[in-house]
């Protein structure tokens, strides 16, 4: 497992999935569709991803093709520069 992807799911498990740390998240399957994150929960994930990554995410980027799951993040983040 890259850095970025235990990063991006240790705050998703910390956050979101509060007391299963065991909890196993699947990279391809939707964060919101799930039931894991809301639009605040993207909103603070958004907030972690700029402040741990050093990076600006802007508003036309905050679409479902960058945030919907945590591949779709990794990668989103590689396009940033970020591997």
Partial sequence: MSDVLKNVVDFIK???IMG???ACIDPDESLIESGIMDST???E???FLEATYEIQIQD?????EN???????VNFLKTK???
Avoid: A, C, K, Y
């Avoid at 036309?60 to 479902?64: G, Q």
């Avoid at 945030?67 to 993040?73: H, K, R």
């Fill in 41 to 43: 929960g993207v909103l």
């Fill in 14 to 16: 910390e956050n979101f």
């Fill in 60 to 64: 036309e980027e905050l679409i479902p």
């Fill in 67 to 73: 945030l919907e799951t945590v591949n779709n993040i």
């Fill in 20 to 22: 299963r740390s065991d």
């Fill in 45 to 47: 994930l958004v907030e």
């Fill in 81 to 83: 520069g970020i591997s």
